[in-house]
Structure formats: structure tokens, C-alpha cells
């Protein structure tokens, strides 16, 4: 079949070409500009993802040199408290230890430091062993402690009125 195309048909059909060319053209424009602004989009969205993660990994660093001082921190607080407990423990013993020195005398043998008994019945019983008997004593305001054989006196008047001088 043969068809016959007149000359109006014939420019008809190169306007109708044209008007595709420039359509294809503004739509080959619009998806150049469309992928262009994706491939920005892709480019700042990467940029922003490398730099979130460069962020958690120096947080992740100064989380774990926070972990590290805290650890050291906790380590340091428990020697505190163990050194505290032990200083509480040393105090109690050295509160029950004045206590019972509270009641302590000093035996003094013409004046001079004896022995330290906790007691006076304690220091009574030692004398006794270097032949004193119970009225071997004499009382500290008779005469000077120098000129008395045996003489018991109560350790903090004793360590007052010798200067605190024990030896």
C-alpha cells in the first residue's frame, strides 16, 4: 500500500517531530536536574552519616575514658572506706583500751616508775610478790614519793604530776 502524503501533512508531521524533540528535551532536563539534586542529596546525606559516625566513635572513646576513671574512682573509694573501717576499728580499740585505763595505777618503788597494772587490786597482788604486805603502803600525801618503799598511784596523776615522763 502506498500512501500519499501532501506537503501540509508532511510539515504537520515535522512540527508534531519538533514538539517531541523540545518535550523529550525539557523531560531529559528535568530528570538531569531531578538526578542531580539526588546525587546531592546522596553526597550530603553520606557526608552527614561519616560525620554521625565519626561523632559516636569519640563518644565511644570518651565513654570508655569515662569508664576507665570511674573504675579507677571506684577502686580509689573502696581502699578509702576499707582504710576508714580500719581506722574505726583501730579508734574502738583504742576507746576500750582508755577505758580500761581509766582505772590503771603505776606501782613506784622509792619514787621511781615499777610497773602499770590495770587495777589497784592488780598491782597489790604484784607487790605482794616482792614480800609488801597490806599495810606496806603509804599514802601519796604523807610524804614525798621518793622516801616511800612502795607507793600505788592512779596512772593519769601519776603521768600529770611526773610531766608525763613514764621512763
Known amino acids: 500500500m502506498i500512501r500519499i502524503i ?11 517531530a519538533a514538539q517531541a524533540r523540545e518535550q523529550k528535551r ?3 532536563a528535568s530528570a538531569d536536574g531531578a538526578y542531580a539534586r539526588h546525587v546531592r542529596a546522596v553526597h550530603d546525606l553520606t557526608a552527614e552519616a561519616e560525620a554521625a559516625d565519626d561523632k559516636a566513635a569519640e563518644a565511644d572513646a ?16 573502696a581502699a578509702a572506706r576499707a582504710s576508714g ?6 579508734i574502738e580499740a583504742l576507746s576500750g583500751d582508755l577505758d580500761a585505763m581509766a582505772e590503771a595505777v603505776v606501782l613506784l618503788h622509792y619514787g621511781k616508775l615499777h610497773s602499770v597494772h590495770p587495777d589497784r587490786p592488780a598491782a597489790e597482788r604484784h607487790a605482794a610478790s616482792f614480800g609488801v604486805g597490806p599495810g606496806g603502803w603509804s599514802p601519796a600525801a604523807d610524804r614525798p614519793a621518793a622516801e616511800s618503799a612502795w607507793l600505788i598511784s592512779p596512772l593519769r ?3 600529770v604530776a611526773d610531766g608525763g615522763d613514764a621512763g
Not at 501532501?6 to 508534531?16: K, P, S
Not at 573501717?85 to 583501730?90: L, M, V
Request: aromatic share 2%; glycine share 0%.
Open 26 to 28: 525539557e523531560v531529559q
Open 157 to 159: 596523776e601519776w603521768a
Open 62 to 77: 570518651r565513654a570508655h575514658e569515662l569508664r576507665q576513671a570511674l573504675d579507677q574512682a571506684n577502686i580509689h573509694l
Open 6 to 16: 501532501t506537503h501540509a501533512r508532511l510539515a504537520a508531521l515535522r512540527q508534531d
Open 85 to 90: 573501717i580500719e581506722q574505726a576499728a583501730r
